[in-house]
């Protein structure tokens, strides 16, 4: 007590009621006064922590929108300065024109022209060579009646929309490829970039565009799934080597590209996995390899038949 009161009052005597009331009063205010102090400093640091990182986590947010809209536009773009080189394509059998003594067999414009399929290409060239699957032409590389016949549909580099008959000049069915030639005569056409296979990963984006049941100019995406798959040919051999990709690939797919994040073909859409007469994607989906296109291709043009059989 004799300290407190030193501290408190320079008198040395403890003499009225006053001053007895006037000890716990002079003691509890600086306490309280340097308490409240230091909630409102500690309040501040809060507050200005938590400012700091609303600022920090709305910079962040806004860089996370501004990376999303940036890979939006390049896939946007990306589809954009594909697609025109990318064909829809069916395959058609033809009437007899009934006023028509020879018989000779007209390409029909009506209902009298029985749409047999559909599938996609891809123009490889400016001359209008068009690569597609040997599965998408194949009545018409087999055909012995003459009556049919494959509709090219494509988009020339103003955008004006065409279509031309294609005719086939050659096919490889162990690598389910083939080559058509349409007449472009009057129009400029864009050819695809040609990308090339042996160096992909697995998990590298990828993208198919293609026509599935007749959907025209259908940009599906996904990764490469797999490398070096096997899958079978259409005339029972094996395909090897074949991309595996998530990327969905329908009825109606076959024969388009498979691009990279570049815009080049890396392979030419040609399988799925699917339940028997469904035809749906069922995530698992293969593609040619473009090493091995590359490698086909110009000699189906020049010679009609693969480079394997000429050595």
């Not at 042996?198 to 293609?210: D, E, R, T």
Request: proline residues 5%; glycine residues 10%; charged residues 15%.
């Amino acid at each position: 007590m004799l300290s407190l009161r030193m501290n408190l009052s320079p008198s040395p005597m403890l003499t009225t009621q006053s001053s007895t009331k006037t000890l716990p009063t002079t003691t509890v205010t600086p306490t309280v006064t340097t308490k409240r102090r230091a909630i409102v400093f500690n309040s501040s640091l809060v507050v200005a922590s938590w400012l700091n990182l609303l600022n920090l986590t709305s910079s962040q947010s806004q860089q996370l929108q501004d990376e999303l809209q940036h890979q939006e536009d390049h896939l946007v773009q990306l589809f954009q300065e594909t697609s025109p080189s990318v064909v829809s394509i069916k395959d058609i059998e033809l009437t007899k024109d009934p006023m028509n003594s020879s018989n000779i067999a007209v390409l029909d414009h009506d209902e009298d022209a029985k749409v047999e399929g559909t599938g996609s290409g891809f123009i490889w060239d400016k001359f209008g060579h068009i690569v597609t699957n040997y599965h998408v032409v194949a009545k018409l590389a087999t055909d012995t009646s003459g009556l049919q016949r494959c509709k090219v549909f494509l988009v020339d580099a103003k955008g004006n929309r065409f279509s031309r008959e294609g005719k086939i000049v050659g096919f490889d069915p162990s690598y389910d490829l083939a080559v058509l030639k349409v007449d472009v005569d009057g129009y400029e056409i864009k050819p695809v970039l040609l990308g090339e296979s042996k160096n992909l990963l697995v998990g590298q984006s990828c993208f198919a565009i293609g026509n599935p049941y007749g959907y025209e100019n259908t940009l599906t995406t996904g990764v490469v799934s797999g490398l070096g798959r096997e899958i079978p040919s259409p005339n029972g051999g094996a395909i090897k080597g074949a991309i595996q990709t998530d990327a969905a690939i329908n009825a109606g797919n076959s024969g388009g590209p498979l691009v990279d994040s570049h815009g080049h073909v890396i392979g030419v859409n040609t399988a799925t996995f699917t339940r028997k007469g469904t035809g749906a994607s069922s995530g698992v989906n293969f593609a040619i390899p473009m090493d091995s296109v590359i490698r086909s291709v110009p000699y189906l043009i020049v010679y009609g038949t693969p480079y394997s059989n000429r050595f």
